[in-house]
């Protein structure tokens, strides 16, 4: 298949390319697209040189598949015309999601919903992968009817800026200095803060509110009730979840672990004795989201608490597009 | 009066001292203990020494109050000989907060409780406190039955160490080495990891059955509905908490912001237009505890989510405990 890459020197396009080589695609032919400022440049693919090129204007971008991690606006406007080529857009923006025509796909939870794509695909955003790794298998085994979220997010969902400010800010503060911060409003050294987007009138902000309208797309359940906090941590490239789950029928903790074990994409963490529970650092790199702290809801009786991390350029973004390409392949 | 500080090195110990001071409480004589270590280093206070001892083997620790704050086992041992020879002790272990004949005090909260002390009055843990600062407002306008809570903790709830293992694992990260951690199970360099303590059957850790157990006794709830998951993040002194509560009357937000501006000890920092919400960065240091993101539970009608930051080693430990005999004072 020919592969076209747009964004391709940020965090998440980088791993597109890595993940291409790592799983095998069947790649015949790889255009890198980018920004003027990085055009010229080589990424290397196979062993073989491949050149960043910019745009072409007429939105042949020579390819069956397109992935598209560029911004959302430069979806919205360009997407259609790239899949009027002849191409399958694999959309990681937020510009495609919520359109009624176009399938949001996690592929462990909702493959199948791909088949229906009319030239585009929405990869959801990554803090919505990464809770319903989790969720998604227990609402399967027990009816999902409500969830309250407090996430731990890595700045990486920032892009490569975002791994940089830290990196950046934390020497300064370790330095006893205080440099401004470029990528976020706030300082993120040895700090955390609510997520960087826009708050509506509601007081949710936009992050939240694509965890709560997501969640209800892909699990095609329309009424389900979710409230999160989403909060930006010192963290690099793996966003961690606190759950709190209610179920349309008691779900017993044991019998819900066995649901997880079981489930495609995820990995059980969850060893008491030695307090070893999900973690970024362990998350990072990994294709698995991680989930434990399974346990009863002190608060509820039959819900059920939890917790998940998962690299949030991997399964949050990159993998979860080539799973999709993959997805679509057979 | 006559003050001592038991464990008076420690991070908490350090701040009792400053508070004293800063907070001009009337101490006639102040007596600083701490382990042999320590014994015979001085201490300034009001621009004067005082030498740092060993505890008197006959338990009469010459005081009028003596705040605890050296660990539960130490103070599970002694405090009853202590209070024997006529001194009230403020413990900031966990040894005495869940005995029935131990007040456990909030001073905006439940100050009156204090007066029913036998000789040892119990400081609340740290999440809790902060925690409750916004809860307990809530709850005495409209009645609060359930909530759910993720937080985000500082290395400081594991005292100078805690703080002097985030410099320095973080320092290693960012020269790509990586030392062991000695402090906590894991490394907290860029990382987060669920709370340090021995969990339970349930699941739940010890820090997060402390917020149950506490918030019942403090707020006069014994049925309270309360499920915790406590983490611990790189920050350095501020814990960090993202609540979900629910109540016996459907509560509007700008009803429960009201009720939070007008709480003693609370500063509602909820700016939705510039972002700013509580931090730890901006808890750090300060008084009042932060509370923000006030809005209604977009999964419970009537439910109020809220975030709240406060600085654990203050408002979470020492400030609460001066409070304490402040009121004891009075």
Not at 35 to 46: E, I, L, N, P
Not at 131 to 138: D, F, H, K, S, T
Not at 149 to 174: C, H, M, N
């Amino acid at each position: 298949m020919r592969v076209a890459i747009v964004g391709a020197t940020g965090a998440v396009g980088q791993e597109l390319v890595a993940l291409l080589e790592e799983r095998a695609f069947p790649v015949s032919a790889l255009r890198l697209y980018a920004s003027s400022r990085s055009a010229g440049r080589t990424v290397t693919f196979r062993g073989a040189p491949v050149t960043i090129e910019t745009l072409p204007a007429d939105g042949d971008l020579d390819a069956d598949i397109v992935f598209s991690s560029a911004g959302g606006s430069l979806s919205k406007a360009h997407a259609e015309a790239w899949a009027s080529h002849g191409a399958v857009v694999i959309d990681n923006t937020s510009a495609w999601r919520m359109d009624p025509g176009t399938p949001l796909v996690v592929p462990e939870i909702n493959a199948e919903a791909a088949r229906g794509h009319r030239g585009i695909v929405a990869n959801p955003n990554c803090s919505t992968i990464i809770a319903l790794m989790a969720l998604a298998p227990l609402h399967r085994a027990f009816g999902l009817t409500r969830a309250t979220v407090a996430t731990y997010q890595a700045v990486s969902g920032a892009g490569a800026t975002g791994i940089d400010e830290l990196t950046r800010l934390t020497r300064a503060a370790l330095e006893g200095l205080q440099e401004a911060p470029r990528t976020f409003d706030h300082d993120i050294a040895f700090n955390l803060f609510s997520h960087d987007s826009e708050v509506g009138d509601d007081g949710y902000n936009v992050e939240e509110r694509k965890l709560l309208l997501e969640s209800r797309k892909i699990l095609g359940i329309p009424e389900l009730r979710l409230s999160a906090t989403c909060v930006r941590v010192p963290v690099y490239r793996a966003h961690s979840e606190a759950i709190h789950a209610e179920f349309a029928v008691p779900v017993d903790p044991d019998e819900a672990r066995g649901v997880l074990a079981d489930a495609a994409g995820l990995r059980v963490v969850d060893d008491r004795e030695a307090n070893v529970f999900p973690m970024p650092r362990d998350a990072s790199g990994r294709d698995e989201v991680l989930v434990g702290r399974i346990r009863a809801d002190a608060s509820r009786p039959g819900g059920i608490a939890l917790f998940v991390s998962g690299d949030q350029i991997r399964k949050g973004a990159a993998l979860n597009a080539v799973q999709i390409a993959e997805a679509l392949h057979r």
